[in-house]
Structure formats: C-alpha cells, structure tokens
C-alpha cells in the first residue's frame, strides 16, 4: 500500500498547492445548485489528481466530486474531493482541503487530507496508525460530552429540511462545551482524529467528503457509526464520529432529537 499513500500524498500536496496559488485571482463561480457553488480552483485540481492517477493507474476506478465516477474493470476506487470547503474558498476564507481515498474491494486503505494553508498533511493507511505531518496522532482523551468541543456541518438541502439538522444543533449546544462549523468536513475529520475535536455529526455527506477523513480518524482511535450507532457506510449520508470516550452520550443526543436514517438513505 505504501506505493498508493506516496501517490495520494503527492497529489494531495500538488493540488493543495495550486489550489492556495489559485486563491489570490478572481475566482470564475458556477453553481449546482442553490449554494453549492463550483470555482475554477474545484475543475483545476481534480484534473491535475485525476490525470495523475490515470497516469500511475490506468485500469482503476475513480469517483471525484465534480467529474463523477470513471468505471473501470478493477478492485481499486480512488475517491476524491478536489477541494473541500468551497465555499469558503470562495469567499477567501482559509478552511479548505485536498482529500484523497483508494478503496480496495469496498474498503478504504490509504487516505490523504492537505491544508495548504496550515500545511498540515494527514495520513493513514489500514492498519498502521494515522500521521500529521509524519507525526503519529491520537483523538483526545475528554470523557465527558459537557467538557468536549464538537464539529458539525450544514448540509446544501439544509433550506428545504432544516428542522432536523437544527433540531441537533441545539440539543448538542447545550450539552457539549462548545461546537464549531467550520464548512469543511474533511478538516473536521482531521481535527478529531488529532485530539483538536472530541466529536463530530454531520448528515448529508457524500464518499468523497468520508472516505479519506474516516480512515484518518479510525487509524488514530475515533469510532464512527451511522445516527443508530450501527457501522458506518461513506454512501449513507450521515454519520458520527468521536474519540470513543463520548459516543455512547452522542448517541443518546442524537436520538432525542428523534433522527431517522432512513430518511436520509
């Protein structure tokens, strides 16, 4: 596997970099939909991460944000988000990341999280620990939901369905110290994964916003189920995450509030 890291680690950074160059031009801004905005910085670097693998891979499969998936008769699924916290980005607000995930057979070994502006590089791969910067990481050691910082996120159909996510903001603001929404989940995930955050929910997240960020996490001790506390799966859009000592109270926030994954499956 460590051939594939270096792969994802080289994109990761490559992209990262020309995505921050990109940040100090006017950006060029289309939309799918009501806020879900693309820049030319999204197009741009899924180019340079996918041609790269193509170029190293040819026979493997590939799903990135704005492209989709390229089939391909082969075990191997790179999954790709470009450029995650766009709208930040947009805005020139620096939170934003180059996520990069190869699954094998429906599970994710090798994952790579970049912040350009932080230079803060995250790996894992299955098995062997999770790292920042080289650095092997561990989530916190907080053993109370009172005393933990949370992250979470909106999700773009947040407009039309509301009551839930906000329904779950409220219930964990006044249990948890504080939570932060930082409009990036991949950097979310990074964060729990070296003790910055003791836990994380979010619903509508897509592979590409998990796969890397769950990987990471795992690797260094975080548990990370579906809103009923069953295995996570990247294509069910939910899931909660923490450094395990909290979950169990997470849990009992997120059914309070009377979620039903299968509305969101």
């Known amino acids: 596997m460590t051939n594939y890291l270096d792969t994802a680690v080289e994109l990761a950074l490559s992209a990262g970099k020309l995505i921050k160059k990109i940040s100090r031009q006017t950006h060029i801004i289309t939309y799918k939909g009501e806020v879900d905005l693309v820049t030319e910085a999204d197009v741009q670097s899924e180019d340079l991460v996918t041609q790269g693998i193509k170029n190293r891979y040819p026979d493997h499969g590939i799903l990135a944000e704005e492209e989709g998936i390229s089939k391909a008769e082969s075990d191997y699924l790179w999954i790709i988000d470009p450029l995650d916290g766009t709208t ?112 994380f929910w979010e619903l509508g997240l897509k592979p590409w916003d998990m796969a890397a960020g769950t990987l990471i996490a795992q690797e260094a001790g975080a548990k990370i189920t579906k809103f009923d506390g069953s295995p996570l799966d990247i294509r069910v859009p939910e899931m909660v995450a923490s450094n395990g000592l909290i979950h169990a109270e997470m849990l009992e926030v997120i059914q309070s509030s009377h979620s039903s994954s299968s509305k969101y499956e």
């Open 88 to 199: 930040n980005y947009a805005h020139n607000f620096p939170i934003y990341a180059v996520s990069i995930a190869l699954e094998y057979k429906g599970e994710v070994i090798v994952g790579a999280i970049y912040d350009p502006n932080l230079d803060e590089l995250f790996t894992a791969e299955k098995g062997k620990g999770a790292y920042l910067n080289g650095n092997p990481i561990r989530v916190s050691e907080t053993k109370e939901l009172d005393k933990s910082l949370l992250a979470t996120g909106f999700p773009y159909f947040f407009r039309k369905d509301h009551d839930l996510i906000l329904n779950l903001f409220s219930a964990f603001s006044l249990k948890a110290q504080g939570i932060r929404r930082a409009g990036a989940a991949t950097i979310d995930y990074a964060a729990l994964a070296c003790g910055r955050f003791d836990g």
